[in-house]
């Protein structure tokens, strides 16, 4: 197991084993129509996985740090802030008439322009300052929770269902409309990401190093951060916001992987996203008998390990 | 001009809770009052106790943001990211299954014991802290709430009281009726208390060492100061919920115009919580009338823009 290739290919059995698992286990009833329910589960899960594991990773590499990642900067919280806000001023006969895609990209366009002015006046120049950095993201979260909750009060309660039903399409109920265009994003974003994985090992090593080596360093960061918002968004509209699952995925993939290489990083903190979604729904559901509350158990166990590492270290 | 400040800012709380009292769904007969006794319903089973609670929550609430952070030295700690909040929640929570028709006494005596414990573990985490940055630590606090929270969602998903945990805590002060804010007195009793220890907060604040020294018993006073501030917040959140970030913002806008002279900066924490909770409540019951909004939702986001502007305008300060 020295060569982390080998860890790779096992953890990736894992991965296989657990979606395998989720499909098969408590057959009954009519079999084509769970068949194809839990297949779509997966396809979600297996999406979320990737998008979030990947967009963390390169997250952190960018700013250079382990604990920053984009939904604890609020990056989650602003996605839904903004649906929240076109259903409130268009409202949802107007906007409806749009066809899903269309509404898919213009919610992703303005995401991509408002978590790009964000981070850029966040993130750059004042990195010297992690903790100052990271309880302002975690601010500006709140805000845009609480901004989104406000305008949600104030909505007509048929605009409010159609929203929940938008906002919280869960792991267990997924949008299936939505699937096939998520899925397509996904893929692109993680292809052109994985183009770089090399200079991003080199932008690892800080800003005026990557310079020096040569790597074209505002054009790749820039063109990262719009992939991983894209990410982000996507991952979102599919299941909600989830604050601790990239913190998971990325803090066990830098042990696990044992390399600081892109190559390796980013399948591992991938295929590690998918594990926790897939695997935990499979214990939730067929241990405890709960659907629909693994947000909830992500929510705790990732604070806690934030919370436990914090304890260990004592300090970021 | 400046002893002019205190009595001009008082008139203008009173203002605020005149307005609150006449503000609201249903019209009060102000011609009606001198001749007919029934033309006073309105006002005293709502609008009276419903302002007294504003006045009472808001700077009770303030005050023991105040106290936290002059305790632990470090000007972003507020009662909600210092455990009390999401572990009295907790508490109601679990109150709400066990016994659903528990009086509001027992209400408030379980949801303050968790409180107590929230902060105390809380603290436990913070010595174990080596405390790099006083940013840490409201850090620390607000992930300790994220994880409380998750169990306080995950065992009201369990039980099915997901929504009414929601309404309990949703900081709204409509539900606040004749019978159910009279135990915010005591809460106003505690705050005044505060007012009378402030000195011996102060020197608290100095440090152990430096408190030792100059002769006070420094483990009582803190620990009677946390035991307020456990209280407050118990009861606070049994009555009316959560008042994100009211704890923070109203001692550091305070501090930045009034300096740090407790005793002195005490009223005018009083009278600015006070003020605001009243503005977001009356905006609450204006903006969508006559549908009402919550205190508590106001304040989530006009708290949080303080927040920010506070945490980035100064970098080197905190």
């Known amino acids: 197991m020295a060569d982390p290739r080998h860890r790779l290919i096992l953890l990736a059995a894992v991965a296989v084993l657990v979606c395998a698992l989720f499909l098969a286990v408590n057959l009954t009833g009519k079999l084509s129509y769970i068949l194809s329910y839990r297949a779509q589960v997966i396809a979600t899960m297996i999406l979320v996985g990737t998008a979030t594991g990947v967009s963390t990773v390169l997250f952190q590499t960018i700013t250079g740090n382990r604990i920053l990642t984009p939904s604890v900067m609020g990056a989650e919280a602003l996605f839904v802030l903004i649906q929240t806000s076109i259903l409130f001023f268009i409202g949802s006969a107007r906007w409806d008439s749009v066809p899903v895609v269309g509404r898919f990209a213009i919610e992703t366009s303005v995401m991509v322009v408002f978590a790009l002015t964000l981070y850029r006046w966040l993130l750059v120049g004042k990195s010297e300052d992690l903790y100052r950095l990271l309880l302002a993201g975690l601010v500006f979260g709140i805000l845009f929770r609480s901004a989104a909750e406000l305008l949600q009060r104030m909505m007509a309660p048929n605009e409010f269902n159609i929203l929940q039903g938008r906002l919280f399409a869960q792991l267990t109920l997924p949008e299936s409309r939505l699937l096939g265009i998520a899925g397509g994003l996904v893929a692109l974003c993680v292809a052109l990401l994985w183009r770089y994985r090399r200079d991003f090992d080199v932008i690892a090593l800080g800003r005026d190093v990557a310079i020096g080596l040569g790597v074209d360093y505002p054009r790749i960061v820039t063109r990262a951060l719009v992939l991983i918002t894209v990410l982000i968004s996507t991952s979102t509209a599919l299941i909600g916001p989830l604050t601790f699952l990239g913190f998971m995925t990325a803090t066990l993939a830098y042990q696990l992987a044992g390399s600081q290489r892109h190559a390796l990083l980013l399948p591992f903190s991938a295929l590690l996203g998918v594990i926790f979604l897939a695997g935990g729904q499979l214990v939730l559901e067929h241990l405890f008998a709960m659907t629909g509350t693994l947000s909830v158990v992500i929510e705790f166990t990732g604070g806690a390990l934030f919370l436990l590492m914090l304890l260990r270290k004592g300090r970021l | ?318």
């Open chain 2, 1 to 318: 001009m400046k002893a002019l400040a205190f009595p001009v800012a008082l008139l203008a709380v009173i203002g605020l809770m005149v307005a609150s009292l006449a503000t609201g769904a249903g019209a009060v007969p102000w011609g009606r009052l001198w001749s007919d006794p029934a033309a006073w319903d309105v006002l005293l089973i709502s609008r009276w106790p419903r302002t007294v609670a504003l006045v009472l929550a808001g700077m009770a609430v303030s005050v023991s943001g105040l106290i936290l952070q002059v305790l632990t030295q470090n000007r972003f700690v507020e009662p909600a990211t210092a455990g009390t909040v999401p572990a009295a929640s907790l508490g109601i929570l679990v109150i709400g299954i066990a016994w659903p028709a528990a009086p509001v006494v027992v209400k408030m005596l379980v949801a303050t014991g968790f409180s107590i414990a929230g902060l105390a573990l809380f603290l436990l985490i913070l010595r174990r802290l080596s405390l790099r940055s006083a940013l840490l630590i409201p850090l620390v606090g607000i992930m300790l709430g994220a994880v409380l929270g998750a169990i306080t969602t995950f065992v009201a998903v369990r039980y099915e009281m997901l929504q009414s945990l929601i309404a309990w805590l949703s900081g709204d002060f409509s539900v606040i009726l004749r019978g159910r804010y009279e135990v915010l007195w005591l809460v106003g009793l505690l705050t005044a208390m505060v007012y009378l220890i402030a000195n011996r907060l102060s020197i608290v604040g100095l440090g152990r060492d430096v408190a030792i020294t100059l002769g006070l018993n420094y483990r009582s006073t803190m620990l009677f100061a946390l035991m307020i501030v456990a209280m407050v917040n118990g009861v606070v959140t049994v009555v009316v919920g959560t008042l994100p970030f009211l704890g923070l913002i109203v001692p550091n806008l305070i501090s930045l115009m009034k300096g740090d002279h407790i005793r002195r900066t005490i009223p005018w924490v009083c009278l600015l919580g006070s003020g605001i909770t009243l503005l977001c409540d009356i905006a609450g019951r204006v903006i969508r009338a006559p549908y009402e909004i919550p205190a508590g939702a106001l304040l989530g986001v006009f708290g949080a823009v303080v927040f920010l502007l506070v945490l980035l305008r100064e970098p080197r300060h905190g």
